[in-house]
């Protein structure tokens, strides 16, 4: 049972920093691309960030390029988003999710239909 556990949320102050990590429950963790989501309140869920399943391609959302950063220990079975100069507008509830591609090794989805499993979230509040 392919299982996502996310950590690292919390509140912080804008200009701050956190890290948040992602636990995978999965059969063989390098088969699966991963990629970080999030939804504010009354908001659709959106794209953040995914690292491709070698690890060799990320994909940023413009809103967070050059600040968030995603990666992955595949020995840890953990993805990571370490965010850095957070904004209020960051605010929302953090979601991982993964999704296997058979052959596609440099493939950075960034919409969430195609993402079968994912983590409970974890939230991140960013006060100005």
């Known amino acids: 049972q392919e299982q996502l556990v996310e950590s690292g949320g919390g509140l912080v102050q804008a200009g701050g920093s956190l890290r948040l990590s992602c636990a995978a429950s999965v059969r063989t963790f390098i088969d699966y691309v991963l990629g970080w989501f999030r939804q504010a309140p009354e908001m659709e869920r959106v794209f953040v960030g995914s690292?491709?399943?070698?690890?060799?391609?990320?994909s940023y959302a413009d809103s967070v390029k050059g600040r968030f950063t995603i990666s992955r220990d595949n020995a840890k079975n953990t993805v990571y988003l370490q965010m850095n100069s957070l904004k209020p507008e960051d605010t929302a509830v953090y979601y991982c999710a993964a999704g296997t591609f058979s052959g596609r090794n440099f493939y950075t989805p960034r919409t969430p239909t195609e993402y079968r499993y994912w983590g409970q979230g974890t939230q991140v509040t960013v006060s100005s």
């Open positions: 690292i491709s399943r070698n690890g060799v391609v990320e």
